[in-house]
């Protein structure tokens, strides 16, 4: 197996060379993004004025063009959602399949602060903004949740069908300009730092996915399912498990608490174990597991290929004021 832990516009084409070499693929998210037109190879390129709807049919057929490879090579690709794996989905996913409750929304969210890497700032070298790095993770988590219930009800994944989305550069605002001390990142060139989806599956129920790099007190990472017989919420950042207290955060200075928190004071809620808790060592468990033994994993293609559709057509339904039907699009 090849694991890629590269930028993601290196991700597709090593995933393609391995699996023409027959190799297994663990491969990051996103699985791919539109990084520029051909032509821009090379040159500084922006996103601003360029067609939304271009970027999605670029982006679909590349995707299509790897899963006909990987599918002829008879190699599994293994996709980085780790959200999946994470002890809080896992035992969400767990009590749906113990109570047989149908989903009928959810609610999910990454937010944070603002990247640290610059790469993020630039359409052209991160692919899209909080949509294509944040919001990927919830969407990954509630479609893979229709997936298990569809299989548990007829043997079959429920599918996403349609989706609707809104984006802003919420930092782009004269009242955030204005403001003489910035407590998150800005300066964003030509990719939004929030955006929201409101994602509709074949079998009427949806889900409501937000990301935004404008919020302070570091991760929020959590997926509430609300059920014909139950209501769950999977609180993976921030949560209970441990919680802290220090009037001067200087008495904290040399211990890791929780990832982008912009002060020690006060109240916090360090991880005790913050991989464990996101679901990395599980999710290369799998993985592991999946090629050992030759089965699917939890977190596959079908997965990969979904999200980047939905990601992509929320970038286009944003641009046109409009509901994309993603039923054309999806391979299976």
């Not at 006060?266 to 799998?286: H, I, N």
């Not at 286009?316 to 994309?324: D, K, L, V, Y």
Request: net charge neutral; charged share 25%.
């Amino acid at each position: 197996a090849v694991d890629l832990v590269v930028p993601p516009h290196l991700l597709l084409p090593l995933a393609i060379q391995a699996a023409q070499a027959g190799k297994n693929v663990f491969c990051e998210k996103p699985l791919t993004g539109f990084f520029g037109p051909p032509d821009s190879k090379g040159k500084v390129w922006t996103a601003k004025g360029y067609s939304r709807e271009s970027m999605f049919k670029a982006v679909m057929d590349e995707a299509n063009r790897a899963w006909d490879v990987i599918k002829k090579a008879g190699v599994t690709l293994c996709y980085g959602e780790n959200w999946i794996y994470a002890p809080p989905v896992v035992k969400v996913a767990r009590l749906l399949a113990a109570s047989k409750s149908p989903i009928l929304r959810m609610q999910g969210e990454e937010s944070h602060s603002g990247s640290h890497a610059e790469y993020a700032k630039r359409w052209q070298t991160a692919g899209g903004g909080s949509l294509i790095r944040l919001c990927v993770h919830p969407v990954g988590a509630a479609v893979w949740l229709k997936y298990e219930e569809g299989r548990r009800r007829n043997g079959k994944p429920i599918r996403p069908t349609h989706v609707s989305a809104e984006v802003a550069t919420l930092t782009d605002m004269k009242s955030f300009q204005d403001e003489p001390k910035k407590h998150m990142k800005s300066g964003w060139e030509d990719v939004e730092d929030y955006g929201s989806i409101l994602l509709t599956f074949e079998d009427g129920s949806v889900a409501q996915l937000t990301s935004s790099d404008c919020v302070m007190g570091g991760v929020y990472n959590y997926l509430h399912v609300f059920g014909a017989r139950t209501v769950l919420k999977a609180s993976i950042n921030p949560n209970t498990a441990c919680q802290a207290y220090t009037p001067d955060g200087e008495y904290f200075k040399d211990e890791y608490l929780v990832e982008k928190t912009e002060t020690k004071e006060g109240w916090s809620f360090p991880s005790p174990d913050e991989d464990m808790v996101t679901g990395y060592p599980d999710e290369l468990r799998d993985f592991v597991g999946a090629i050992s033994h030759e089965r699917a994993p939890k977190s596959d293609l079908m997965l990969a290929h979904d999200v980047l559709a939905i990601t992509y057509a929320a970038y286009w339904s944003a641009e046109q004021g409009r509901r994309i039907d993603l039923r054309p699009f999806l391979r299976s």
